[in-house]
């Protein structure tokens, strides 16, 4: 039987042409001369808002979700293909623009794109389906129960009557929509689950225009903007004479982001929201007229807003002052050396730790992070009267044309939006400030511009991976056993604490803690945001405890996750330790993974976050003084995998990214400054670091998918810790793992 | 502002601007070749990677009139119909994730095997250093070198 699903989304509804307006007509793919059929159809029928049939049975589809990476333009068609059930040869796929009503959440981020739309998707392809085999049986006089639809064709087997899809699209598209449609079962699946290559491969080693980066337009001008030199600065006065009279160079302007008053959502962080912007006939010539201005910044005061964010609305404050790291580290230390707000507690932790024989107390740090997304931020806009044209390469649309509308002071129904390929997203372009300053910049200097950030100014403008810190302590009886953990956690200005993930529930006695340090550096989503910091102290230090009681790393874990799931601790645990236990099984026994092995420096980690659990085994030697990862061997449990070599692509690329912030990732400031500003200063993983071999498992399932940008970056940085120790000797604490100064010893 | 006649693809184009623009930018806004990538502007990371004759350089640092006559290949003239051993190659293992670095390390890879038909694992380190991949691509990035390398007529 396959899955029955209703029609909920208005969006199914045909009729209505999908585009508006095209700033991309340019960036058109090259997938159109990879088509089975060569030519493109004479007319074009419209089954839903995302997809239409041409007359010879070409099928576009619209992917509604931008893309920044994890393929989705080609997985997301995947999902409608499988139950259209159309040749995949014969899709051209085309990027939807922002259109709520239409593609409703239009959101890359948090691992939710795929799981998101497994549903959707797949009832847009089933329904255009069903309405083709209702119009082959109305043409052909035959009960619909009789007609088969299969790769693009349909047939009436007792009249020998066959038509493809294209022959039919026409009545098809005139017919009601179906109220409930029938989903295959994954057994059934032709298309999901097998690769499929990169739709838009061809279009990107050839270097056609994508980008947001790449858009050109008619008349268009190009923007800058100069933001405070450091955290806690605005805006005082610019004097822009100098600079407008260089070369090219048309209008220096100041720009407010926020009307006032202007209640801001969740992703409308912005530590710099009075800027001076420069615009000019092109970059050069802007970059070189940005260096002539003279501006006066001046301290912020504190203040304190309320912000309407995912999780209702919330009061933040702001601190006055220029910030340094020092600051920061002294002001983690001695809030960890306080009592924390207890946000779990199972059995007795107090008299555990009291009546312990040892206690094993570890803490660990990481500093902020940048982003440092390859495609530096941009945007373009032409707003014209109460109108605005923008193509933005931003991870939330929808989240941000509140603003723009508010600032821009245009109904929001006046906004059009496109929605370029994203060179690199992580979290950084879900905060789309930048699109803000690019609309207002157009409607000041009423032209179509379109804003560049340079990397100095993208590296230094904010919205960066918090400074955590972390306090893990363990207390064993006289027999070496494990009876309580506590942990205590912090950061500037977040907490990184899940007090409900594993080990919780695994332990009789626990308790969990967290605290917070106002700053006015601003943050924001970073890969896996709060995990990414959790899962390599949580990992570090149960290898810790597991080498204290004398026990393997992986059966220590595995014992832990069958008492959480024999006997569990407490009301509310988040993980499943069945998919836990699968993964580090798997890992197990993909990596040969063998006890007290001393002919490697081996070390594991795992993790549960965005509802997907990923574990690692990374191998690891000593070469001249510096660490080389020689193999990581990888188990994800994400459900049903639609786009396996794609997923094994964002999965390796996971691994060294976090191999790559473990080692170096590092953003430290001076009086509000951030110390590094480009490429030469802060440290990137580059090839010669990148693992030697990598190789990435998935647990066979038919779950609906579960998260995968995101799962199997955090456990990384367990897995470099754990293996750096057996390659060194040395436990390592603090991030970054490789610096200029000896690590730390516990 | 100076007229330069530069040669692009193997055909001549006629820019009139600051001297001291660099290639990068020449590409970018005034031939409307936009697959040359702006990623740092200091030779960092290699997103803007030309050839200048058979040399793979950072076009973020090469001012237009430091070109002269010599010829300059950008991913858009690598090959007619993107089907250059290493485009093909980077297909097959299907390399890229958000793409943006991409067309820098295939000019990188490019200038690599002409002058190294052949790379050792530590010559194609070597030779890919200077460009950056923020998504981690480089496991994929050296297999499709060695992909390449051993197609014929590199």
Partial sequence: MGRRAFIKNTSLASGGLVLGFSILNSCKSEQAKEMAVREMPKEWFEMNSYLKIGDNGVVTIYTPNPEFGQNIRTSMPMLVAEELDVDWKNVLVEQAPYHADKYGFQFTGGSRGISARWEPLRMAGATARQMLIAAAAETWQVPKEEVTAEAGVLQHAATKKSAGYGEMASVAATLTVPEEVQLKEVKDFKLVSRSQKNVDAKSIVTGRPLFGMDIQDEGMLIAMIEHPPAFGLTLKSVDGEAAKAMPGIKDVVTIKSFKD???????????????????????????????????????????????????????????????????????????????????????NPEVAFKNATTILERSYSAPFLAHNNMEPLNAFAHVAGDKAKIAAPIQIPSLIIPTIASSLGIPKENIEMDLPRMGGGFGRKAYAHFVV????????????????????????????????????????????????????????????????????????N??????????????????????????????????????????????????????????????????????????????????????????????????????????????????????????????????VVVNPDAATNMAEGAITDGIGNAFYGELTFQDGVPQKNNFHQYQMIRINDAPKEIDVHFVQNEIDPTGMGEPPFPPVFGAVANALYKATGQRHYEQPFITDKPPLVG | ?????????????????????????????????????????????????????????????????AVGKQKITTIEGLSEHGDHPVQKAWLEIDVPQCGYCQAGQIM??????????????????????????RCGTYTRIKKAIKTAASSENV
């Fill in chain 1, 261 to 347: 008053g202007y209640e801001k959502g969740g992703f409308d962080t912005n530590a710099f929201p009075e800027l001076v912007a420069i615009v000019g006939n092109s970059t050069w010539e802007v970059m070189q007229a940005k260096k002539k201005l003279k501006v006066e910044w001046q301290p912020i005061t504190a203040y304190s807003e309320t912000i309407a964010g995912f999780g209702g609305k919330e009061t933040i404050n702001i601190p006055a002052g220029l910030e340094s790291t020092t600051t920061h580290k002294s002001q983690m230390e001695a809030l960890a050396a306080k009592p924390g707000k207890v946000v779990r507690k199972d059995g």
């Fill in chain 1, 437 to 508: 300053e690019a609309a207002l910049i157009s409607q000041k200097v009423n032209a179509p511009i379109k804003l560049v950030y340079s990397r100095e100014d993208d590296m230094t403008n904010g919205i960066y991976r918090p400074s955590y810190h972390a306090t893990y302590r363990a207390a064993f009886d006289e027999n070496n056993n494990l009876t309580a953990l506590h942990v205590k956690a912090g950061g500037v200005p977040e907490s990184p604490l899940f007090a409900n993930r594993f080990p919780a529930g695994a332990i009789d």
């Fill in chain 1, 510 to 639: 626990y308790m969990a803690e967290e605290w917070t340090i106002d700053s006015n550096i601003t943050i924001g989503a970073f890969r896996a945001p709060r995990s990414n910091f959790m899962a390599g102290a949580e990992q570090a230090f149960l290898d810790e405890v597991a080498e204290t009681m004398g026990k393997d790393a992986i059966q220590f874990r595995l014992d832990l996750l069958k008492r959480a799931k024999e006997n569990p601790v407490g009301e509310r645990n988040d993980y499943d330790a069945d998919r836990y236990t699968g993964v580090l099984e798997l890992v197990r026994e993909k990596s040969a993974w063998k006890e007290n092995d001393a002919t490697k420096h081996r070390g594991v980690s795992a993790y549960f976050c965005h509802n997907s659990y990923a574990a690692h085994v990374l191998d690891l030697k000593m070469e001249n003084g510096k660490p080389v990862v020689e193999k990581v061997v990888c188990a994800i449990d994400c459900g």
């Fill in chain 2, 1 to 65: 502002m100076a007229i330069f006649n530069l040669n692009i693809n193997g055909e001549t184009k006629e820019v009139d601007v600051d001297p001291a623009t660099p290639m990068l930018w020449v590409l970018r806004d005034h031939i409307n070749l936009v697959g040359t990538k702006y990623g740092c502007g200091i030779a960092q990371c290699g997103a803007c990677t030309v050839h200048l004759g058979d040399n793979a350089v950072r076009s973020c640092q090469l001012p237009v009139s």
């Fill in chain 2, 108 to 133: 990188s890879a490019s200038a690599l095997l002409k002058r190294t038909p052949n790379p050792s694992d530590e010559e194609i380190e070597s030779a890919m250093n200077g460009n950056i991949c």
